[in-house]
């Protein structure tokens, strides 16, 4: 006999398929359980009141309409047990939505089934399992679970729960579908009659190590602007796709096997997939009937280190489809085993050939290098000496000498593989640029001191040779700074003639002017003027001297040298420089031959 509570319990418990009322739990933190115990505790089926849960004499539960747990005040859980069966109505009604927590967690040996309740069971006989917004993400967790014959198997609204180990199978339009950020692992999921897995909205989904095989329109499917990792699969047998990226999504596709499907990888409106990138992360996308990878929007899809079940170059690229403005970048690849990388080598190109002048930066360019992937690194030997000396796409360099010889590039693609090209850089001399000093002055029979120099934008020794005498021979001085003598009054043009070790040539002259000593204004005689001049420079700020103030000899302009120049010319005293003999002007008792030319301004 069942006592009263047990009575009504039944009456709640027992429900027609005619049903359309959903149950809705209510909110408060109740606790709900399904398990297999049979014949069940007063206290267990207490805690599992439900209006829409049927147990049955086959010790399963039965959904008849949609059963809601719900999150008012607080979250309310239902927990399924391992082994427990749950079986849902045909009419298209039937299906659990989760606003609080669901948990369930079978075992490898002891399985949690959700399946039709029809006698011959067929896709879409019932709904799905949903999760919603609120549903608690940390705590919802589907495991070792078969879901069958269901519209949707598992479907996510903006919910991420783990699903995990579970088999789901017969669908009608997905398996799995989710705009949230779920953890789908190592599930199988076949046979739908859409699609396998739809990732939407901005879902950050893992997709790792779950076989997806055998569903009509697509294993895997990316919209909107998701970007799930999708990793370690198996995706197989779909006569459509392996995997359509579409609309925005940029999922992220590595370490998978895509095989035997219409399609490997189908990429579409904007949507911008990595596909492997590494080594490591290498798929293998091979067997399609049409095309590995198929390409129609305007982006280069980066798909590198593959195995596209073939080393062959022409193999590999009559199974790329790119129908846009955009390109398929899969060099390189490699090989089964994923030990070996396969590209074409890069083409070097080193520009040139190269002209310059020494002294000057010259810039050498191997933008023009090509390589059907990427090429990561130029190395230059500049000097030709077998040492790759400069780094860069760009490089310059200078010569202090001028210079013929070769120049090479090596160039390095991403798949280690290299390519070198030389051309010839021919450095020129550069004629150097004399200078002959001056203007120069001085007085007659006084050593005059040149002062040449050069510049030679190289490293170049230089050779200085004067013509003093103007005759066009450069025989007279060599160096830069000679002295030179002359006896007679003038104006003169000297020549200073540069050589570099090259035999490069600069030239140029410079002026000299010889004036009668004492002759202090420049007029080119001896006079009481001169005298004048001198006093006037040395006591009233006059001008300099043009010609040799210090007629005696004693290293100095003072007025001495007006008086000096007063006695020879009024009183028969020795000439201007020529002090009489055995007379003795300076303090220290030696005469004074020369003093250094003056220049104008000094």
Wanted: charged share 20%.
């Amino acid at each position: 006999m069942l006592r009263p509570i047990e009575m009504l319990l039944a009456v709640f418990l027992t429900l027609s398929p005619g049903l359309s009322d959903a149950w809705v739990s209510p909110g408060t933190g109740q606790l709900y359980t399904m398990d297999t115990s049979f014949p069940k505790p007063p206290t267990d089926i207490t805690r599992a009141t439900s209006a829409v849960l049927w147990e049955t004499s086959n010790n399963c539960y039965v959904v008849m309409d949609t059963l809601i747990i719900s999150y008012w005040k607080l979250p309310d859980t239902l927990i399924v047990a391992p082994g427990t069966v749950v079986k849902f109505e045909p009419g298209f009604s039937a299906k659990i939505e989760v606003e609080g927590v669901f948990s369930a967690q079978g075992t490898e040996t002891d399985t949690i089934v959700f399946t039709s309740n029809a006698v011959v069971p067929d896709t879409n006989d019932w709904k799905e399992i949903r999760f919603r917004p609120t549903s608690i993400d940390s705590l919802c967790v589907v495991s070792y679970c078969l879901v069958e014959y269901g519209r949707l198997g598992i479907i996510c609204n903006q919910a991420s729960p783990t699903i995990s180990h579970n088999r789901i199978v017969n669908t009608g339009s997905y398996g799995i579908v989710f705009d949230g950020s779920p953890m789908v692992c190592y599930n199988l999921v076949e046979n739908s009659g859409g699609r396998g897995i739809g990732c939407g909205g901005a879902s950050r989904a893992v997709v790792a190590g779950n076989v997806v095989r055998n569903n009509y329109w697509r294993n895997i499917r990316c919209t909107d602007s998701a970007s799930p990792l999708i990793v370690g699969n198996e995706i197989s047998g779909s006569p459509h796709i392996g995997i359509r990226c579409a609309d925005l999504s940029s999922p992220t596709i590595i370490g998978n096997t895509i095989v035997d499907n219409g399609w490997g990888i189908v990429v579409e409106d904007s949507a911008s997939p990595l596909i492997g990138g590494s080594l490591s992360d290498a798929n293998d996308i091979y067997g399609s009937d049409f095309a590995e990878l198929d390409n129609s929007t305007p982006n280069r899809i980066m798909a590198e280190y593959n195995y596209w079940g073939s080393v062959d170059r022409d193999s590999i690229e009559s199974k790329m489809r790119n129908w846009g403005s955009g390109s398929i970048d899969y060099v390189p690849w490699t090989n089964a085993s994923h030990d070996t990388v396969y590209s074409d080598p890069p083409v070097a190109n080193a520009g040139g050939p190269y002209c310059g002048e020494e002294g000057s930066w010259m810039s050498f360019d191997g933008s023009n290098s090509s390589d059907d992937g990427r090429i990561v690194l130029y190395e230059w030997d500049i000097d030709g000496d077998g040492d790759y000396d400069s780094v860069g796409v760009d490089v310059s360099h200078t010569w202090g000498d001028d210079y013929v010889g070769v120049i090479v590039l090596r160039v390095t693609d991403d798949g280690a593989l290299s390519d070198t090209d030389t051309t010839m850089v021919t450095v020129q001399n550069v004629l150097p640029s004399a200078d002959a000093g001056g203007p120069y002055r001085g007085g007659i029979d006084q050593a005059i001191q040149l002062s040449g120099s050069a510049t030679d934008p190289g490293m170049d020794s230089i050779v200085f040779e004067w013509d003093l005498d103007g005759d066009g021979e450069y025989d007279d001085a060599t160096g830069q700074g000679p002295t030179h003598i002359w006896s007679v009054s003038g104006v003169y043009t000297i020549y200073l003639r540069v050589t570099d070790d090259d035999g490069g040539i600069g030239a140029d002259s410079a002026p000299v002017t010889i004036s009668l000593c004492g002759d202090c204004n420049g007029d080119g005689r001896l006079t009481v003027a001169d005298a004048t001049y001198l006093v006037a420079f040395i006591y009233r700020g006059g001008p300099t001297p043009l010609g040799q103030g210090d007629v005696n000899l004693d290293g100095r302009m003072t007025v001495a040298d007006a008086t000096y120049i007063v006695a020879h010319l009024y009183r028969g005293g020795p000439p201007p420089c020529e002090p009489a003999a055995g007379s003795s002007p300076h303090s220290d008792g030696q005469k004074r031959v020369a003093v250094p030319a003056s220049k104008p301004g000094e």
